[in-house]
C-alpha cells in the first residue's frame, strides 16, 4: 500500500500551505485514520496518545470545514488542562494561519471579563477547560448556536480530574447537527458511556502505539525510605548533573517541600503546581525551556507531558509517582530523546513501575 500524503485529501490551498510551513510533509498514522473521516463530518472515538500528532488530527479537518465569514465559534475544543487549552490553540492558529482562524482558549485562573471581551469578538474556535466553559454558558458571555463540531480531547483525564459532568453538560447546551470527536489514551466505562449517548454511530479508531519506553531512555530505580528521599535526590542529582531536569511529585504541598529543599541547598530551582495563577505557571514554564530545574506536582507534570517534546536531553526524576505522573512520563518517552529518568520510590510502587514502564534498572 502506498504511504498516506496530505495530497490523498480534499484540503484548500490555504491548508496545504500551512502544513508545509509547519514541516509536516505526511500525515501520522492519527491523522491518516481521522481527517479523511472529519471531513466527511462524522463522529469518532479515537484512542491515541499525546505525541501521535492527534491535535492535528482534527485540527487540520475542522480549520478545514470552519466557514470564515461566520463571526461566532464553529467549534468547541474541550481539554482538561489549562496548558493544553494554549497549546491547542496555538495548534488550531498555525495550520489555520493562512485561512485567518481566530481561535481563543478559555480557562480558570484568568481573568473572566478579558475572555468576555475575547468572546465577544469574532472567533472561528473556541478551546477551553470545562469548568471555565460552563462558568461562560452560565453567565450568557458565549454564544455556542453555531458550534458543529465539539472536540473532547484526553476525555479519560478529564474523567480522573472529575470534570466529566461538566463535560455532559456542556454537551447539552450544543447544536444536535454537530460533528463530535472524542479522543482518549483509554476509554474507561464512564467515557464509554458518554461516547453512547451523545455520539450518533461513532466510528472507533485506535493507533496502536509502540512499546511504552523507547531504547534511547534509560529508566533505574532507587529503594529508599521515605526520610532518606530529599537526600537521595540531591545524591542522585550531584551525581547526574544534568543541564535541566523535571521532578514530579503527587501533591501540592511535596512540590513545596522539595523546592524549599533544594533551593535551601542552592539548586537553581522553581516550580509550578495548579494552586498557583495561571501567569506564574507560565513564566515558569518559559523559564524552563531556556534552562533550569522545574519541580512540578501532578497538575504541572500532565501540561509538562505536552511540552517534553521541545526539551530534549533532559532528565527526568520522579517522587512517588502516581498512574497520572507515569502516564506523563509515559508521553515525554514516546517523544524525547536520549533521556535519563531515576525513580525514587516506596518499596509498593515498585511492581506498579515495573507493569507499566518494562525494564528498570535497579540501583
Ligand atoms: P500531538 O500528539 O498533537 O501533541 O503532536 C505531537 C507533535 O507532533 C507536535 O509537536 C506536532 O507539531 C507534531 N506533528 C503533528 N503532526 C505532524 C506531522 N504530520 N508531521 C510532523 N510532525 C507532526
Not at 455556542?144 to 459532568?165: H, K, N, P, T, W
Amino acid at each position: 500500500m502506498s504511504e498516506p500524503s496530505f495530497n490523498d485529501y480534499t484540503l484548500s490551498d490555504d491548508i496545504r500551505r500551512a502544513l508545509d510551513s509547519m514541516g509536516y510533509a505526511k500525515p501520522t498514522e492519527v491523522q491518516s485514520k481521522v481527517i479523511p473521516v472529519a471531513l466527511q463530518k462524522k463522529d469518532m472515538t479515537v484512542k491515541s496518545h499525546t505525541g501521535s500528532g492527534k491535535t492535528a488530527a482534527y485540527g487540520i479537518p475542522i480549520c478545514e470545514l470552519v466557514e470564515w465569514e461566520e463571526n461566532r465559534p464553529q467549534a468547541l475544543i474541550l481539554t482538561p488542562t489549562r496548558e493544553l487549552a494554549d497549546q491547542v490553540k496555538e495548534d488550531m492558529m498555525n495550520i489555520g494561519r493562512f485561512k485567518r482562524i481566530k481561535a481563543t482558549a478559555i480557562y480558570g485562573k484568568q481573568p473572566f471579563a478579558r475572555q468576555k471581551i475575547q468572546l465577544a469578538h469574532k472567533n472561528h474556535v473556541v478551546v477551553g477547560t470545562p469548568g471555565r466553559v460552563m462558568d461562560h454558558i452560565e453567565r450568557d458571555t458565549i454564544d455556542l448556536e453555531q458550534v458543529r463540531y465539539l472536540v473532547i480531547d484526553e476525555a479519560d483525564e478529564m474523567l480522573s480530574m472529575g470534570f466529566i459532568e461538566q463535560v455532559e453538560k456542556i454537551i447539552r447546551e450544543l447544536p444536535k447537527d454537530r460533528m463530535t470527536l472524542l479522543f482518549s489514551a483509554t476509554l474507561p466505562k464512564d467515557v464509554e458511556r458518554l461516547c453512547h449517548k451523545y455520539m450518533k454511530q461513532p466510528l472507533d479508531i485506535e493507533i496502536q502505539t509502540a512499546g511504552r519506553t523507547t531504547s534511547q531512555i534509560e529508566h533505574a530505580l532507587y529503594t529508599v525510605k521515605d526520610d532518606d528521599k530529599l537526600n537521595l535526590l540531591r545524591d542522585v542529582a550531584t551525581v547526574e548533573n544534568p543541564d535541566s531536569c523535571i521532578i514530579f511529585c503527587r501533591t501540592q504541598v511535596r512540590v513545596d517541600v522539595v523546592f524549599k529543599e533544594l533551593h535551601k541547598h542552592g539548586y537553581p530551582c522553581d516550580r509550578i503546581h495548579g494552586g498557583m495563577e495561571q501567569d506564574d505557571r507560565s513564566q515558569v514554564m518559559n523559564a524552563f525551556k531556556r534552562g533550569g530545574v522545574s519541580i512540578p506536582d501532578r497538575d504541572g507534570c500532565r501540561c509538562e507531558g505536552h511540552r517534553h517534546r521541545q526539551y530534549q536531553s533532559r532528565d527526568q526524576l520522579r517522587f512517588s509517582p502516581g498512574k497520572r505522573e507515569l502516564r506523563a512520563s509515559d508521553r515525554q518517552n514516546r517523544t524525547s530523546r536520549q533521556q535519563g529518568q531515576s525513580d525514587l520510590l516506596r518499596h509498593a510502587e515498585r511492581r506498579k513501575i515495573r507493569d507499566q514502564c518494562g525494564a528498570i534498572r535497579r540501583i
